[in-house]
């Protein structure tokens, strides 16, 4: 099916997903450290697995949507659960973009929204 690829990381963000990115140390060679700094100083790190995430999210949605050109304010307010296919993937996708811009792909990782964004997909893979 269409998201099995994505779908495959979806135990791995229910159990860690909020250690996939962070600012702080490194807690394994498993995550990559980068030049990015929180307002304590403290330097982004992502995990290996959430780069293969985001790669595989990216691979899998970017021919179907693009976010830019779909989200508004409106739509980005627009709870998961009521989210239709195209709005669910342009989401996810704009979140995976924001990594290097702020800090809303992290935030997304810590509330439980990405989980809520995959699970809502895997209702579409049906």
Known sequence: ????????????????GRDFAY???PKSEAYEEYAAQNE??????????CTEFCETCAFILRDDVNPEEFLNEENRKTPVDE???????AVLLDLIDSLSEN????DALQD???VKLVERLDAFNR
């Open 1 to 16: 099916m269409k998201y099995d690829m994505i779908l495959a990381y979806l135990p791995s963000l229910k159990d860690h």
């Open 23 to 25: 600012y702080g140390s």
């Open 40 to 49: 304590a100083g403290e330097p982004l790190v992502i995990a290996n697995e």
């Open 83 to 89: 989210m239709d296919e195209v709005l669910c993937e």
């Open 103 to 106: 800090d809303r792909f992290l």
């Open 112 to 114: 439980g929204t990405v």
